[in-house]
């Protein structure tokens, strides 16, 4: 199961923009209610986690970030105009 969903997803993630990326990392901890870093830390371990986190930094972004629908209001508003949430 997880090689079939690394194959579907793998090559998008890959070509995700910097933008798109800090986005993802939004919707997830508002899915899920964890943060990237908390979620790559229990996948893939410690020093895993701390070097996406580097990376992360390097391109102004923050694996630990949390998601909030008052900062992030744009989102928040295409999410609930989508009609995924009613």
Request: aromatic share 10%.
């Amino acid at each position: 199961c997880d090689k079939e969903i690394k194959d579907m997803f793998n090559r998008e993630i890959k070509e995700l923009t910097i933008t798109q990326g800090q986005i993802l990392t939004k919707l997830i901890d508002r899915e899920v209610g964890r943060t990237t870093y908390d979620i790559v830390k229990q996948t893939k371990g410690g020093f895993a986690a701390f070097s996406y986190q580097i990376v992360a930094r390097v391109v102004g972004h923050n694996l630990k970030s949390t998601y909030n629908p008052n900062e992030d209001r744009d989102i928040e508003s295409i999410i609930r105009t989508s009609g995924f949430y009613q």
